[in-house]
């Protein structure tokens, strides 16, 4: 059993529409609502939990590393960019200190995240999940989300968790009640002797890591929490043991990927930054005041990108749709704008998509590129596509927020 239609939160086609692509996106929303209007037996509903009370004592910093910034976003913000294009997952609730409240709350505003609840952590890691499972459990008074079937439970500094796992241990929770994403060992694990001596080595190759998601029928794990010990609720930090130790529920373990990673020490917010880097410039949109003049300087730079950045996508549409599709962009996470502008009069368009993106928050992340000078860019279109190559790859703080004119 599926928990929604396979791909559902895939991004479509950046860029204008053409009148095709229209009707193709009309049928594929049809499409899903028709998925979505089917008897619940297909899609269970699903929620999501993520315990986000830590104070980054192993990070070493006074912020807590949820809320560090990369590339000046906080880290919880790309966690709940992941899970909210998930279209399956109905409620993300999100346990954080009584202190960090306001922060949380104006990070959702600022990002606008969507179907977001907010409860006050506890202490522990366990206390911080059976608050967020409480706010979805329907014996609770004050409760005002709807119960779900299964749960995920989540890291808030997993920040690349994708939709293929997620997708995987909610139907393996599905069927055996909890299931959660291992990894290799990358070290071998010893025991220690009281004396400081080693006692015993364990076999790499007969255990693994346990990583997050995971994910759980809601009665069972929110039984599990129910009889919790106050010892496992102080000291414990796995969820799949507790399932086992008090429902007798033994979890199906689901083989993740490398990207599982979780974001504990200083030096992992600069490989985060890496990654995050890497993935948001994998698509470029260019905007340009024509559309049907083949010889527009424009789709020859298109052309030039494509050849100098050849693992990225580029696609382009016309400055005037700017209004009704940038939204559409946007939605779809496109961080990287090339305006192609060759008429003075037109830079009133160019201001309104700078007015747009600033209003979404990409152009305070990211530098907007502006390109106003026709003949300029006809001398060497291969310089040009160079510099916006680069400026894409290397996201240079320095330039964020500023409109450049090449």
Not at 55 to 68: A, D, I, L, N, Y
Not at 74 to 82: G, N, V
Request: some cysteine; overall charge negative.
């Amino acid at each position: 059993m599926e928990p929604g239609p396979p791909g559902c939160s895939g991004p479509a086609e950046p860029g204008p529409r053409s009148r095709g692509a229209d009707r193709e996106a009309s049928a594929a929303v049809s499409s899903r609502a028709r998925a979505e209007a089917e008897p619940q037996r297909r899609a269970p509903a699903v929620a999501a939990v993520l315990p986000a009370g830590g104070s980054g004592e192993r990070m070493g910093v006074r912020t807590p590393k949820q809320f560090c910034a990369v590339l000046g976003r906080p880290l919880i913000s790309y966690t709940l960019q992941a899970l909210e294009r998930v279209c399956w997952i109905k409620d993300i609730v999100v346990a954080v200190t009584r202190e960090n409240m306001e922060v949380m709350k104006g990070i959702i505003q600022r990002y606008q995240h969507q179907r977001i609840s907010l409860v006050e952590a506890g202490v522990t890691r366990h206390r911080s999940i059976f608050s967020g499972l409480k706010a979805l459990a329907q014996d609770q008074p004050d409760s005002q989300l709807s119960k779900p079937e299964v749960v995920i439970i989540h890291d808030a500094v997993r920040p690349f968790v994708e939709e293929d796992i997620l997708l995987k241990v909610v139907t393996a929770a599905k069927e055996h009640g909890a299931a959660g994403a291992i990894r290799p060992l990358v070290s071998t694990v010893i025991c220690p002797s009281a004396d400081g001596c080693l006692d015993q080595s364990l076999e790499r190759a007969r255990h693994r890591a346990s990583e997050m998601p995971q994910a759980f029928l809601f009665d069972v794990i929110y039984e599990a929490y129910q009889q919790c010990s106050d010892y496992d609720l102080e000291f414990g930090t796995e969820c799949l043991h507790l399932a086992l130790k008090y429902c007798h529920i033994k979890a199906k373990l689901v083989e993740g990927s490398p990207d599982l990673w979780k974001v504990t020490y200083k030096r992992d917010l600069y490989a985060a930054e890496s990654i995050i880097k890497e993935r948001i410039s994998q698509q470029i949109c260019m905007v340009m005041d024509t559309k049907e003049d083949e010889e527009h300087v424009g789709h020859r730079l298109e052309e030039m990108l494509k050849n100098e950045l050849s693992h990225v996508k580029v696609t382009s549409g016309a400055l005037g749709h700017t209004g009704r599709d940038l939204q559409q962009i946007i939605l779809e996470q496109c961080y990287n704008f090339v305006c192609v502008n060759v008429r003075a009069y037109e830079f009133e368009e160019t201001q309104k998509l700078l007015d747009v993106l600033k209003e979404s928050d990409l152009s305070i992340l990211y530098p907007v590129v502006v390109i106003s000078d026709e003949q300029k860019l006809q001398d060497s279109l291969r310089q040009g596509a160079t510099i916006i190559g680069t400026l894409i790859k290397e996201r240079n703080s320095g330039l964020v927020g500023q409109l450049l004119v090449a």
